[in-house]
């Protein structure tokens, strides 16, 4: 009966990635998925021989303890990280309101003067870097609504502009705490930490798509036409803002604070984000200041409330994808090589099902993946960073199914299919070579 369940699994799992392919809610879905597949194990748990229940521990698993652990403990034990995007996100509105962020890619406009390649080289770098601290929709299309104009009023094509600037913005966020702490949940594994066991491969991953995302700006602008679009406007509100020049380091504080200096990543946004308030001039006045926090605290936890939904109801699925792990093994358990070479072999040739929340991306239909995966026995060691560079880089920086990236295309008007013919071939080659970094570093602690 186990075989029956598991095939019944993984039919259910076919089923939701065409309905992320479709684009179907993606939180409801992962809820209805992680009901569905808790029933099926609570079915297997009374129906399936007496044998397999005793070999994978479920005789004491009962209707309430499924129901708590699925829907209560999966939800709950998330909160502490989802309260570091309540305040990455006061951090970046922060940046963005007081016109540190606007002013930053001005004056790197303005050293590479009337050179296109030079000028989108130097702003890939710095909003690489800014988003080693930055990580929501509103600081994309807060920096996208100024990078943009600028690189096209230069003369760039806009396909490549919005590409180049899509894989930066996903490059900074290799060695940026946010996501990491978004997709650490998925594991929950508390030896696995940023700074010991991820900073060293986040770091090369930051390196390698940035990278190629030079390569790519400077090979593509050759090939394309110049195209001069509209002018730059960067808006009335960032002009009248005089910023000091020593607060256009406060982007970059917090990531330092925290690798450098091991500090808190919370005392990290709150004392950088004060510090950027009163360089500019904001903190007049204890009301005032008052008024001002509580602003961009609000404006930030709106920003974060779709995806923190999205993160909570993925928690469900989740679970109930551990629930189901021993049907999985039961039925691929002789069919998985539990191999290290094998494993990062695979990432690399089917990357694309990183794409359009396919079951290699962790933003998608990946947990359940995750939970055959982790099933037959690979380690977190291994599996964060192949499900990380999926993630990141097929997903995040070169998906049509991401928030931000819809953003740029209607913002430029760049049509779906060419955006993916410039930014999977990046991807892709990006993927593989993190793939084989990590059987490299990690082969060896596989399992």
Known sequence: MEYII?????????????????GGNLALGALIMGTSWMIMALIGRYVCSADFIVQNGLEEMTVLSALNDVYQVAIVNTGTNMILFFFGAFFGRVLMDTGIVSALIKK????????????????????TAIFTSLFSSGAVVA???????????????????????????????????????QYWIFYN?????????????????LGVQ??????????????????????????????????????????FIPVVMVIAFDLPVIFAFISTSILALALCGKLTSYTEAARIIAKNFYDGVVDTAPLLCFIMFLQTFNKAAALCVPYFNAVLGNVIPK??????????????????????????????????????????????????????????????????????????KVENREYLKNSIPCGWLIVAILCAVTFILFAAKAF
Not at 383 to 388: A, I, K, R, T
């Open 6 to 22: 598991g095939i019944i699994l993984l039919l259910s799992f076919a089923g939701f990635i065409v309905y992320a392919l479709k």
């Open 108 to 127: 790197t406009v303005e050293l590479g003067g009337d050179k296109p390649v030079i000028t989108a080289v130097l702003l890939w770098l710095v909003v």
């Open 143 to 181: 920096i996208g609504v100024i990078v943009i104009p600028i690189l096209l009023s230069l003369g760039l094509n806009k396909i490549v502009v919005v590409t180049g600037l899509m894989l930066a913005i996903g490059a900074g966020s290799y060695i940026n705490v946010l996501p990491f702490n």
């Open 189 to 205: 594994d508390a030896g696995y930490t940023f700074r010991e066991s991820y900073l060293q491969w986040g770091v090369i991953a």
């Open 210 to 251: 940035l990278a190629v995302t030079i390569i790519y700006t400077v090979m593509a602008s050759k090939k394309r036409k110049k195209v001069h679009a509209w002018a730059a406007q960067t808006g009335k509100r960032q002009e009248e803002n005089k910023v000091p020049g020593i607060a256009l380091l406060t982007p």
């Open 339 to 412: 191999s290290a070479l094998f494993i990062c072999i695979f990432f690399a040739a089917f990357a694309l099902l990183g794409l359009f929340r396919g079951p290699l991306t962790l933003a998608g239909s990946g947990t359940a993946m995750l939970g055959i995966l982790t099933g037959l026995g690979y380690s977190t060691s291994i599996l964060f960073p192949l499900f990380y560079t999926t993630t990141m880089t097929m997903n995040i920086s070169c998906c049509v199914t991401q928030s931000w990236i819809i953003w740029g295309l209607n913002y430029t």
